[in-house]
């Protein structure tokens, strides 16, 4: 039997290989989420998250450093405040603490991208991404301070902010607020596809964010619901929405692969902690490769449709890429 078509013939070596790969991972598709935390000198490692730390604010520019000259672009700011309230002050505060991580990175260096995880979670005393009353979260009411923490973000200098809470409306409030106050060039990414999930146990870990009663299931997504994730998408379009963000990212990849269909906006997959620790955990236990397993995850987000990948593992990808370069 003669085989007119051989797909093997453009899999022979790693020269043609490369030439008809279809996606591919490039360090200006990384956005490297840091955490801050007030204090000095102070940098310490998050026990379920190796490489990762929380950075005062004189490490958190020594930390930069090493960003910029690897080349990443941007990175995504979550904030440890030194008090928390009920009503998350510290988020909005013009002096809080990612409102002060932006000037100092703004200033040390100006070319790099920030921008701000925009959320009351890590804020309020109950551990709540809004306001809550007798046991409820408090969707309206919770709109006018998460519109009051892009704004003092943007003031500070934040080149794009990213509401994470998931407050119904909350993207129009913000994006009027900033039209309003003179910064209307202001993107917003919003994580408008966020599902209640296991995957972000050592994220709450690291900024001390778990609620203290309940859960989150009332204002994020059901895991099993796809068509509602679209509705989600589409409101935030309409709203202002300028990127839109899907998270996790490893289970959720038909999120991200109808959203760019539907839709055509840049998507943002964030891979979020828990899937970081897994591939951490398991790569110390020699279980894996994990440059492999990493580059792998990546790729199929890329492949999935991401346009921008939001990772804790952007040093050590970074770094891959330029060995493979050559540099």
Not at 85 to 90: A, E, H, I, R
Not at 282 to 307: C, H, P, Q, T, Y
Request: hydrophobic share 40%; charged share 25%.
């Amino acid at each position: 039997m003669e085989l007119k078509r051989r797909p093997r013939r453009l899999r022979a070596n790693e020269t043609i290989r490369s030439m008809v790969r279809e996606n591919h991972v490039r360090v200006e598709d990384l956005i490297y989420p840091m955490f801050v935390m007030p204090g000095e000198k102070n940098k310490i490692e998050v026990p379920s998250m190796p490489g990762v730390y929380n950075l005062s604010l004189d490490e958190f520019v020594l930390a930069l450093q090493e960003v910029v000259e690897l080349g990443i672009p941007s990175i995504l700011l979550f904030g440890i405040p030194e008090s928390k309230d009920s009503v998350g002050s510290g988020a909005y505060h013009e002096h809080g603490i990612v409102q002060e991580a932006v000037r100092l990175a703004k200033k040390h260096f100006p070319e790099l991208y920030v921008i701000t995880d925009v959320c009351l979670c890590e804020y309020t005393d109950h551990g709540h991404c809004g306001l809550i009353s007798s046991g409820e979260i408090l969707n309206d009411p919770s709109l006018e301070l998460l519109a009051r923490t892009a704004l003092s973000h943007a003031r500070a200098g934040a080149d794009m902010v990213a509401p994470s809470d998931m407050m119904d409306g909350r993207i129009a409030a913000i994006r009027e607020r900033l039209d309003k106050e003179g910064y209307p060039h202001i993107p917003i990414m919003a994580y408008a596809a966020k599902y209640a999930s296991g995957f972000y146990g050592p994220f709450r870990e690291a900024a001390g964010s778990a609620p203290q009663f309940g859960d989150r299931r009332t204002y994020q997504m059901d895991p099993p619901n796809g068509n509602e994730a679209m509705l989600e998408v589409r409101l935030d379009i309409e709203e202002g929405a300028d990127i839109i963000l899907a998270k996790p990212a490893l289970a959720y990849g038909d999120i991200i692969y109808r959203t760019k269909e539907a839709f055509k906006l840049p998507v943002a997959a964030y891979n979020v902690s828990g899937e970081y620790a897994m591939v951490k955990a398991a790569a110390a236990n020699g279980w894996i490769d994990e440059k492999r397993i990493v580059m792998e995850s990546l790729v199929g987000m890329k492949r999935a449709g991401a346009d921008l990948l939001i990772t804790y593992h952007a040093l050590n990808v970074a770094r891959w890429l330029r060995e493979e370069a050559g540099l």
